[in-house]
């Protein structure tokens, strides 16, 4: 299995997690009914994300941490949801993917996600 190299690996695991996001039942439906995000708008931002975070594009330019406020003041966002939320992400680039940024977008993730908890539980 191949290493993240590229803009289209990472729209390949992108789309793949959010394959599963959409489905899951612990977390789903804060993407699909509370955010009621427009899929062909968020995966482009999910894609200009991640391409900066593991390797260093500037395309992304929005306020992530922002939206998590305002989404949290929709739904409560706890612990359990971030939880899935890694589950999840960590399985996709597992099956993915295999090497030094596969295990960055994981361990990235996990920092994200820890973060995001703590700001929205102190809000």
């Known amino acids: 299995m191949d290493d993240l190299k590229s803009r289209e690996d990472i729209e390949l695991l992108v789309n793949a997690f959010y394959d599963k996001v959409q489905k899951d039942e612990t977390i789903g439906y804060i993407f699909t009914e509370v955010a009621a995000l427009d899929w062909s708008l968020h995966l482009p931002?999910?894609?200009?994300?991640?391409?900066s975070i593991l390797f260093g594009?500037?395309?992304?330019?929005?306020?992530?941490?922002?939206?998590?406020?305002?989404?949290?003041?929709?739904?409560?966002l706890e612990a359990i949801h971030f939880d899935k939320w890694k589950e999840l992400w960590s399985a996709t680039v597992s099956s993915?993917?295999?090497?030094?940024?596969?295990?960055?977008a994981i361990?990235?993730?996990?920092?994200?996600?820890?973060?995001?908890?703590?700001?929205?539980s102190n809000d």
Do not use: Q, T
């Open 96 to 104: 993915n993917f295999s090497g030094r940024k596969a295990d960055e």
């Open 57 to 76: 594009k500037g395309s992304y330019k929005d306020n992530p941490m922002e939206k998590h406020i305002a989404l949290n003041k929709k739904e409560k």
């Open 45 to 51: 931002k999910m894609y200009s994300f991640w391409e």
């Open 107 to 120: 361990k990235r993730a996990e920092s994200i996600a820890g973060l995001m908890l703590f700001k929205v």
